[in-house]
């Protein structure tokens, strides 16, 4: 490494205010604000997506609020870190994607059988708040779970979670579910106001000032929202109707559980303890943190547990799993602002935030090829990001087997679910979702198969075979 890139490694990591730094208002209050503005899409859009796919429209702006005031929680629980719970650092917790295929699994058997909204939501904390313990119970030990979910395996994971919500988002485009047997569906208009999300977010993606590209999404958004107003696609009507606070009412739709629902969220909880890994890793190079040591596996122990506490008071509260966002690091790079404090702040304003129904009111109004412009980025960035993790691991045979048979068998049974009808319904309902099949496969097979040779030997074998020897096997291959 040479000279000058030492010298702008660290004026990078350069810090205006470290990690126990206590900044004065105005500071803490603008960072807090730019924290919101880069996970508040995260925050509510599983929300929506769920909302709308799984037909819950009236209890939409509740759910939204409690997303709000939830993550508010959760972002204090770590920053401040009370007793064992919590990172003691700036990172901000929130509604998880990676949890999005799993819950709308658990709400359409719920919907299969005939049961209510109420039902499908009760069902869906019920089963997430229970399934939460998984991570509770791994962040005393998370540093040894790599043992079993290696990154062939998060990858994969990871890859089956962004695929099957494609289609999501290509629904939205051509109008939603609820357009799908319609003439509107995939018409001119839907695919206009999708195009303008779209378009909008690549383009503001490249921009050079760090703090567009941080907002490209909201600003996309917001974009597409002003285009449907011309386009007389907004309707205002029923915000008048919602009242004027949200009160939180633990577990308000009941409390209900469904082993095949439970089994891939207990999953996800496993993968979501390594990523917080990973982010509160990352958060801790950013920030100029150890990255080893006990001060470092205290944090992670911490953060780990917070966000399983995090996702059972969500459950309690009517909103979905949560964990740590990893974009939250990019704005601890860009302002040089790492005090844990702030998260205070942007606890405080996603609280304030979740009060007011009328937030998640507007929101709700949103035409969904708005949403799908946006999500359709989002869930290819989820997929990609999951080749990344792959990327990372040795590649070999074995693994390639691993990773083949398992993808091919998550997306098998998401564009084919009908393959499974033959076995009982239970094992049926936990196999129909992309992410368990994938998962159930990746694990087994990762501890079935054993460790073959690695690359090296195998070229080095190779080297070995006589000239005649290596047209042969190149013949076969």
């Not at 909302?51 to 209890?59: K, N």
């Not at 740590?324 to 704005?331: L, P």
Request: aromatic content about 8%; proline content about 5%; charged content about 15%.
């Amino acid at each position: 490494m040479t000279q000058d890139t030492k010298t702008t490694q660290v004026k990078n990591h350069d810090l205006l205010y470290s990690l126990h730094d206590k900044p004065s208002f105005w500071p803490s209050t603008f960072a807090a604000l730019q924290h919101v503005l880069a996970s508040l899409v995260g925050v509510i859009t599983p929300t929506l997506i769920v909302g709308g796919v799984l037909g819950l429209g009236e209890h939409i702006p509740y759910l939204i609020s409690m997303a709000l005031m939830v993550s508010g929680v959760g972002t204090f629980i770590q920053c401040r870190r009370i007793g064992p719970v919590g990172a003691g650092m700036l990172c901000l917790q929130g509604t998880s994607f990676a949890f999005l295929t799993a819950v709308l699994s658990a709400g359409f058997i719920v919907k299969s059988r005939g049961g209510t909204p109420e039902d499908i939501l009760a069902t869906i904390f019920g089963v997430s708040f229970c399934a939460a313990f998984i991570e509770v119970f791994l962040s005393r030990f998370v540093h040894k779970l790599q043992k079993v979910i290696t990154p062939v395996v998060t990858g994969t994971i990871i890859i089956l979670i962004g695929i099957p919500l494609i289609k999501v988002a290509m629904t939205d485009i051509g109008g939603g579910f609820s357009a799908l047997k319609t003439d509107n569906f995939g018409s001119f208009d839907n695919l206009l106001l999708a195009g303008i999300v779209l378009v909008s977010v690549i383009l503001l993606n490249r921009s050079k000032n760090p703090m567009i590209r941080l907002a490209a999404v909201v600003i996309g958004l917001v974009l597409g929202m002003l285009a449907a107003f011309f386009m007389g696609r907004l309707d205002f009507s029923h915000v008048a109707d919602l009242p004027l606070v949200s009160i939180p009412v633990p577990f308000k739709f009941g409390f209900q559980f469904d082993l095949a629902a439970f089994i891939p969220l207990a999953i996800l909880f496993c993968v979501s303890a390594m990523e917080t890994t990973g982010d509160l890793t990352a958060n801790s190079t950013i920030s100029r943190e150890p990255v080893k040591g006990p001060v470092y596996i205290n944090r992670i122990r911490g953060g780990v547990l917070a966000d399983g506490v995090n996702s059972m008071i969500a459950a309690v509260f009517n909103s979905m799993p949560s964990t740590t966002f990893s974009q939250n690091n990019g704005v601890i790079a860009l302002t040089g602002v790492a005090s844990r404090y702030v998260g205070i702040y942007v606890a405080a304003i996603l609280f304030i935030m979740g009060l007011f129904p009328i937030i998640g009111g507007v929101l709700q109004t949103m035409p969904k090829p708005v949403l799908g412009g946006a999500t359709l980025i989002m869930f290819g960035t989820v997929a990609v990001a999951g080749i990344r993790v792959l990327s990372q691991a040795q590649l070999d045979r074995r693994n390639m087997m691993i990773v083949a048979i398992s993808v091919g068998l998550g997306i098998g049974v998401s564009t084919v679910p009908e393959v499974l009808q033959a076995l009982p319904d239970m094992i049926e309902n936990i196999l129909k979702s992309p992410v368990a099949m994938g998962a159930i496969a990746a694990i087994s097979l990762s501890l079935i198969l054993p460790e073959g040779h690695s690359q090296e030997d195998e070229e080095q074998a190779e080297e070995e075979v006589p000239a005649a020897g290596k047209k042969k096997l190149g013949e076969v291959g």
